[in-house]
Nanobody
Framework: VELVESGGDSVQPGGSLRLSCAVT????????MGWYRQAPGKQRELVAS?????????EYSDSVTGRFTISRDNAKKILYLQMNSLKPEDTAVYSC??????????????WGRGTQVTVSS
């Protein structure tokens, strides 16, 4: 099982980006999926999460509420993070995380390697 992020880029303040996190492997169900970010010299922060049950309940950190949207395409096995109205303080390495169960019944807590988002004029 592997997670591979993409979509990071350099944008101007006020711009938008959509990050993707592709999941490889035969997945039975997700227990949790989330996007984290870590800026230089700062602790890693959970910015958005989506539940693994059918409710797809989402939660956001205060710093991104109203600007970021997390979603999941179960058929494509991709987790997304739509980021709008980007600010310089959003600059960080963004990583996805999944707590999942494979078709073989194995449970994994998996991290991607991250993708760089830079917001600067």
């Amino acid at each position: 099982v592997e997670l591979v992020e993409s979509g990071g880029d350099s944008v101007q303040p006020g711009g938008s980006l959509r990050l993707s996190c592709a999941v490889t492997g035969s997945i039975s169900r997700y227990k949790f999926m989330g996007w984290y970010r870590q800026a230089p010299g700062k602790q890693r922060e959970l910015v958005a999460s989506i539940s693994g049950d059918t409710t797809d309940k989402t939660e956001y950190s205060d710093s991104v509420t109203g600007r970021f949207t997390i979603s999941r395409d179960n058929a494509k096995k991709i987790l997304y993070l739509q980021m709008n109205s980007l600010k310089p303080e959003d600059t960080a390495v963004y990583s996805c995380n999944a707590d999942l169960v494979t078709n073989g019944g194995e449970r994994y807590d998996v991290w991607g390697r991250g993708t760089q988002v830079t917001v600067s004029s």
